[in-house]
C-alpha cells in the first residue's frame, strides 16, 4: 500500500501541520484566501539549493547568508533537523516540507521556505523504481504585488531509472497545474538531468508549458556526466541577476536569482 503523500508546515509558534493535496487545482481567476504578497516590492530573489541532507559543515551559514535576503528558498534533500527548522522559522513566515523518505531520525524532502504564507500547497512524491526511494516536489502558490498569482515548482527528480518513463511520469501532475495555471511560474530544483534522453524531456516539457530557462554566465552548476543537475525555469516574469554560489557546504552549488515580478518578458 503506497504511504499518503503530504506536506509538513513549520511556522513559528505554532505545531508542525500535515498538508494534504488539494481536492481541485489552484482556482484560477476564482476567490482565493486572501493573503500577503510574497514580496513588497517588484524584485524578487529565489535561492535554490540541493542541501544534502546537510551532511557538511557550513551549510547553515550558507543559508544566513545567502538566504536572508531571498524571498523564496527552495531546497531539495532537505532533512528536518531542528537546526534548519529554527532557521525556517526565524526567518521565513512558512515553510513546507514534503517528506520524500524517512531517515534515522528526521525526514528528507524538498522544502519551500517563503516570506508569505501560500494560498495553495499541493505536494507531490514518485518512487524511484530501482532504489524504491521516493523523491518528492512541492507546488505552492503565493500572491504578488500586481495581483498576480505566482506558482511555485521546487522538484527533486529520480535519479535512479533506465529510460525516461518515470522521469516523464514524474513531471506529468507537475504540466497538468502549469498549464491549469494562468499567471506567472518559477519551476527550480535538482532535476538529476544527467543523460541526453533526460535533458531532452526537460527542454520538451519546458517549451511545451512555456517556460524559459534562466541562464548562468559563470555556471558552476553541479554536473554529471558533463550536463548540469540544477535548473530554474519562468515564465511571465523578468530575469534581473542570476548567478551560482561556490562553496563546499553541499555536494551542490547554490543558484541565487533575482526577478523583477512586475509585468512579462518578452520573448
Request: proline fraction near 8%; glycine fraction near 6%; hydrophobic fraction near 45%.
Amino acid at each position: 500500500m503506497r504511504k499518503k503523500t503530504y506536506a509538513m508546515r513549520y511556522v513559528a509558534g505554532q505545531p508542525a501541520e500535515r498538508i494534504f493535496p488539494p481536492s481541485a487545482m489552484l482556482p484560477v481567476g476564482q476567490a482565493l484566501p486572501p493573503g500577503a504578497p510574497i514580496t513588497p516590492g517588484v524584485t524578487l530573489r529565489v535561492l535554490v539549493w540541493n542541501i544534502f541532507k546537510q551532511q557538511r559543515a557550513d551549510w547553515l551559514s550558507v543559508l544566513q547568508t545567502f538566504g536572508k535576503d531571498a524571498q523564496l528558498v527552495l531546497l531539495q534533500e532537505a532533512q528536518t533537523t531542528p537546526e534548519l527548522v529554527r532557521f525556517a522559522t526565524s526567518n521565513y513566515l512558512a515553510a513546507d516540507q514534503v517528506p520524500a523518505f524517512v531517515l534515522p531520525q528526521h525526514p528528507s524532502g524538498v522544502m519551500t521556505l517563503a516570506a508569505a504564507h501560500p494560498v495553495y500547497c499541493c505536494p507531490l512524491r514518485e518512487r524511484e523504481p530501482l532504489l524504491r526511494l521516493a523523491k518528492s516536489a512541492l507546488i505552492t502558490a503565493y500572491p504578488l504585488p500586481d495581483g498576480r498569482m505566482l506558482m511555485v515548482v521546487n522538484i527533486h527528480a529520480v535519479n535512479f531509472s533506465l529510460g525516461i518513463d518515470v522521469y516523464s511520469k514524474q513531471l506529468g501532475p507537475i504540466g497538468e497545474q502549469l498549464a491549469h495555471h494562468n499567471g506567472p511560474v518559477i519551476m527550480a530544483g535538482d532535476f538529476n538531468a544527467w543523460s541526453r534522453q533526460r535533458m531532452n524531456a526537460l527542454y520538451r516539457f519546458a517549451r511545451d508549458m512555456g517556460l524559459r530557462e534562466v541562464r548562468f554566465t559563470d555556471d558552476h552548476r553541479r554536473k554529471a556526466f558533463g550536463r548540469p543537475l540544477d535548473f530554474v525555469f519562468y515564465r511571465e516574469l523578468q530575469v534581473t541577476e542570476a548567478s551560482v554560489l561556490v562553496t563546499r557546504a553541499s555536494d551542490h552549488n547554490p543558484l541565487l536569482v533575482e526577478f523583477a515580478s512586475s509585468g512579462s518578458e518578452t520573448p
